[in-house]
């Protein structure tokens, strides 16, 4: 592999933090202090960045490469875990989401209807919930609330690691049995994902306003 460098960038080194040039950042390398030479068949995928983790674990220099290395393997996860689910792959705009869900970044999803944002957040929270995170789904309208649980329901029966997942919707449709009982589990805090409407968070705002969600 061939290195051209063109510019030189300070404390941008994804390893130490130092300066490096534009065609190691280019390939997802380490600047040539920390990675004098580049491994034989290098390729910028997962299984190449897992291969420099280890060489600079092996050269005693690994400061924070493995965090590019760790975010990169959540991401192709999240992507495999949406396609066995969904079983689609994600399309770009969606992978673009996930990275920055993964990131923990605050956005808005601005898109037609019909793209699939509902769908999208629905397989999003259960990759979410199989990690222990909470994820909170409001909706508009009971109709679609309803929708949106049997949805998450079916995936879940269908996906014996996702079996474990606690899933409550509480909408006007519940028998007065139904909606007592669900109304104890989220007091309790009882789910990993919570389906309502606009209309419950408002009047219910000042118990949920305690739980930390991962994901709304």
């Given at each position: ?34 990675l004098p030479s580049i491994p034989p068949n290098y390729t910028p995928d997962l299984s190449g960045l897992e291969n420099v983790t ?117 909408h006007s449709n519940l028998t007065k049995t139904e909606k007592e009982e669900r109304v104890e589990r989220i007091k309790k805090g ?22 930390t969600f991962d994901f709304i």
């Amino acid at each position: 592999m061939v290195e051209n460098p063109i510019a030189k960038y300070t404390e941008l080194c994804p390893n130490c933090g130092g300066p490096i040039h534009d065609d190691r950042l280019s390939m997802r390398l380490p600047c040539r202090r920390c990675l004098p030479s580049i491994p034989p068949n290098y390729t910028p995928d997962l299984s190449g960045l897992e291969n420099v983790t280890k060489k600079l674990e092996s050269l005693n220099i690994l400061k924070d490469y493995n965090i590019i290395y760790d975010e990169l393997k959540n991401v192709n996860n999240a992507y495999q875990f949406f396609e066995r689910v969904s079983g689609k792959k994600p399309w770009s705009i969606q992978k673009t989401w996930i990275k920055r869900i993964l990131k923990g970044l605050s956005f808005s999803i601005v898109a037609p209807t019909g793209v699939g944002k509902t769908f999208f957040g629905s397989v999003i929270s259960l990759y979410l919930a199989k990690g222990n995170k909470k994820c909170y789904i409001i909706l508009p309208t009971t109709p679609l609330v309803d929708q949106v649980f049997n949805r998450i329901q079916f995936m879940i029966e269908n996906n014996d690691d996702l079996k474990a997942i606690r899933v409550v919707a509480y909408h006007s449709n519940l028998t007065k049995t139904e909606k007592e009982e669900r109304v104890e589990r989220i007091k309790k805090g009882d789910f990993d994902i919570l389906i309502t409407t606009t209309q419950y968070l408002a009047k219910n705002f000042e118990f949920l306003k305690n739980y930390t969600f991962d994901f709304i």
